[in-house]
């Protein structure tokens, strides 16, 4: 039979491939920009005068605009009613513009110029906003502070909305195919954007022996315009598609308001929503003073400047062994032969101990941490395959919990007893990192797949936005509360530094960590008790989230 069928893009393996490259690595740049000063803190408050507070603040605005102004729904409807291609062109753009101003805020530009004197002088009360203890700005912020907070909200949006509108380009281009695998490859190379944010930043911010923090948001400003440019040439790949099926573009079900009564009345609802505030606030937070908190914990010795390892070189050579370790890592999972699988994995786990070598001997808390996705990556296809054809969620998420109390318990209290041991300390914070990035993986694994079998399929689509925008409620306190937290049980470092007995630079390695660690800790307790509750409803209801997704 020699019938002739006329093939799509979409039915080309490679061309699928590649349109989901474009795809995931804008949100590879994304990542690396949402956590673009996380790894250097420390300058932010001997250049820029920002303490623990302004720097919470600034980060948690990230999501202010998705939570109080409800973008985050109106990018639900802008993905309805525009489409795929439209919309993900305008996330982009988005984006660009809200980083660019973050960009300018921390430049040597924007310092002494009017616009810092209008920013000191204004927004240092928002009425109503103040009253009710949520205004992104305070009277005493530095205005760089104010200024990046404002572009971070900009960019917030558009990084929200492309999180939606890629993942919904995924499954049209993926429909009928590997649609699992392209869903984790896209979250793996996403998720390596943290690690290259906590390796380059300092980098950028260092080099050539004069700090100037700009140079490391600029870098971050660069990827997003390449971001864009993947975005476009996604815009024309998939509008190709289209003339190709015939077919009118797909779009989401628009949200409807009729539907959050339904919503709101659905146990399942509210112990996903809850379980994903608590468990994404207690570690995208986190990941924001991780770095300065291994600072405050640990003893690193100052390089030469003549030093191999304090050179570009070596970061370029370290960041190489780490995409060797995702890469074989993520691949073990998908070979066929049981010789390659374990070769595979003998290749992941040598460069995983010569990366944690070299992260050692560079002595920077940034590069220790950037060993955090590792593991994630590797675990991820493993976990998502497990839940599909074994089941077990709810029992995973509690372990998940579990490992989530026992790192932050970790850092906040066994940590700080190795200060001084350069060895022991290092050791105990890289498993402690990596067991989180594990965790990191555990529980999504098992929380997204486990949405459709407790809420109402005709009402999936407003429930994901709804759990979206409570998880962002959680992304926009919690940088803050730990903010403002450190400052308060520091009282003597800061009042040290406010009447000079100390330099910006000594206080930024000297706090103590411990109530925001105990703080965080404290969310996966709850988190904890929530996963024994939906295990207790499961088995009352009959929501079969410990059985498989896939019977066989």
């Known amino acids: 039979m020699t019938e002739k069928i006329q093939k799509t893009l ?5 061309m699928r491939w590649m349109v989901l490259f474009f795809l995931a690595f804008a949100m590879f740049c994304s990542y690396i920009f949402m956590d673009i000063l996380s790894p250097i803190k420390d300058l932010m408050q001997s250049t820029r005068g920002w303490d623990s507070t302004a720097f919470g603040t600034m980060q948690g605005s990230e999501t202010f605009l998705n939570v109080f102004v409800f973008f985050l729904i109106f990018a639900g409807i802008i993905l309805d009613k525009m489409g795929v291609r439209f919309t993900a062109v305008l ?9 660019t101003i973050n960009w300018y805020a921390v430049t040597e530009m924007f310092q002494g110029s009017s616009l810092e004197t209008w920013f000191n002088e204004n927004l240092n009360y928002i009425p109503g906003f103040d009253e009710l203890g949520i205004s992104p700005f305070y009277l005493g912020m530095p205005a760089s502070a104010k200024f990046a907070a404002i572009g971070f909200m900009i960019f917030g949006c558009g990084v929200e909305m492309a999180g939606i509108t890629v993942s919904r380009g995924i499954v049209k281009w993926f429909k009928g195919h590997e649609m699992a695998l392209a869903m984790g490859s896209e979250m793996a190379l996403a998720r390596l954007g943290v690690a290259t944010c906590m390796i380059f930043s300092p980098v950028f911010a260092k080099m050539g022996g004069v700090i100037d923090v700009s140079r490391s948001v600029a870098f971050g400003v660069v990827l997003l315009m390449i971001a ?5 040439v996604y815009f024309f790949l998939d509008k190709k598609l289209d003339s190709q099926t015939g077919e009118a573009e797909e779009k989401d079900d628009p949200f409807k308001i009729s539907d959050i009564g339904n919503i709101l009345r659905s146990r399942g609802f509210w112990l ?10 207690a570690i995208f937070p986190f990941q924001k003073y991780a770095v300065n908190m291994l600072q405050c914990n640990l003893t690193f010795t100052k390089l030469s400047p003549e030093s191999f390892w304090a050179g570009n070189t070596v970061t370029v050579i370290q960041y190489v062994i780490m995409l060797i370790v995702a890469a074989a890592a993520f691949a073990s999972n998908f070979s066929k032969g049981k010789t390659m699988k374990s070769v595979m994995q003998v290749v992941a786990v040598v460069a995983l101990v010569i990366f944690c070598y070299m992260g050692y001997m560079r002595q920077s808390a940034e590069t220790v941490f950037a060993v955090f996705p590792l593991l994630a990556v590797g675990i991820t296809p493993i976990l998502g395959n497990y839940v599909d054809h074994k089941g077990k969620a709810a029992s995973m998420l509690v372990v998940g919990s579990l490992l989530l109390i026992a790192c932050h318990l970790t850092f906040a209290f066994i940590l700080p007893m190795f200060k001084g041991n350069a060895v022991g300390g290092i050791i105990v914070a890289y498993v402690t990192i990596l067991v989180l990035g594990a965790s990191f993986s555990l529980v999504p694994a098992a929380l997204w797949p486990s949405v459709p079998k407790l809420v109402d399929a005709k009402i999936i689509g407003s429930a994901y936005a709804l759990i979206f925008w409570i998880q962002n409620i959680g992304l926009w306190l919690f940088p803050l509360l730990i903010g403002k937290v450190l400052d308060q049980t520091n009282p003597q470092l800061v009042s040290d530094l406010k009447n000079g007995l100390i330099s910006p630079e000594e206080a930024a390695m000297s706090y103590d960590y411990t109530v925001p660690l105990v703080m965080l800790a404290c969310l996966g307790v709850a988190a904890l008790i929530l996963g024994f509750v939906l295990k207790i409803v499961d088995k009352k209801y009959g929501y079969r989230l410990e059985e498989p997704n896939i019977t066989e």
């Open 10 to 14: 979409r039915d080309s393996a490679g």
């Open 91 to 99: 996330s982009g753009a988005v984006m660009l513009v809200g980083a």
């Open 228 to 232: 864009l440019i993947m975005f476009i």
């Open 272 to 281: 996903v929503a809850l379980l994903c505030v608590l468990y994404y606030s």
